[in-house]
């Protein structure tokens, strides 16, 4: 058991979910995958190891998964909601080809100043942050 599974149970019992093996199941792949995974990419993965499981259940606790912290739903432009871990994990930006939707991420601590300065100006307090750049990566350009 990871701190993640132990988060996931305890958000579970606290909002009258069942805790179910299926969805400790579908954390663990999920925890096990490459990083910006689709719903539909984790339950082709899920199809591996345990066939029973349905689509709609690992797009409805990739939604328990984002609401306890420990996933982060991430959309770079091409209609395909994403998901990455979050749990400790700072806050960081996306650079995403656009013809090949190859993605990169980088550090946005040197962003935490600017952040607070536009915050501060606007009146809002900060509850998040998107970073992302478009271009065209190495290898679609040549
Ligand atoms: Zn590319
Ligand atoms: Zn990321």
Known sequence: MTAEHDIL??????????????????LDVFLNSGRHISAYELHALLQRKHRGIGFSTVYRTLGILTKCGIANEVNFGDGQARFEKAFKREAHGHIICTKCGKTEE?????????KKQAADKAGYVVSGCRFEIYGLCQKCRS
């Open 9 to 26: 149970d305890e958000y579970l019992s606290n909002h009258g979910f069942k805790k179910t093996k299926q969805r400790h199941d579908i």
């Open 106 to 114: 980088f550090d946005i601590s040197s962003l935490a100043e600017f």
